[in-house]
């Protein structure tokens, strides 16, 4: 069985539910059993700006008697994040980090124009 999902937005990305069944499969060679796991979407909080909804949503995973939610602006950031914790076994997952103001302005500078 695959993991359960739940929305109360309008359901989860085409682009998510094609590559969540090689996230299951990490998940069954780890010894996990994704039919344990519940997924809930929800919005991270109302909209700010009249007629836009919100930027960024609360994906609650819950496990057994264990869960957590982490806050991410689309399905595709956050099912990376899930893979990555689904292969740390014994650590965190790292966060990915942005380059910094001076590194992105070089970048742009090196570019040919």
Do not use: C
């Not at 994040?81 to 740390?88: E, G, N, P, S, T």
């Amino acid at each position: 069985m695959s993991i359960i999902l739940q929305s109360t937005v309008g359901g989860f990305s085409a682009q998510f539910m094609r590559k969540l069944p090689l996230v299951e499969q990490a998940m069954r060679e780890h010894g996990l059993e994704p039919s344990e796991f519940v997924i809930s979407k929800d919005y991270a909080s109302t909209a700010t700006i009249p007629l836009m909804g919100p930027f960024f949503f609360n994906y609650s995973v819950y496990f057994g008697e264990e869960t957590f939610t982490v806050t991410e602006p689309n399905d595709m950031v956050f099912l990376d994040y899930f893979f990555k914790r689904v292969l740390a076994a014994d650590g965190p997952p790292e966060l990915p980090r942005r380059p910094g103001l001076i590194r992105r302005l070089f970048g742009w500078m090196s570019e040919p124009v």
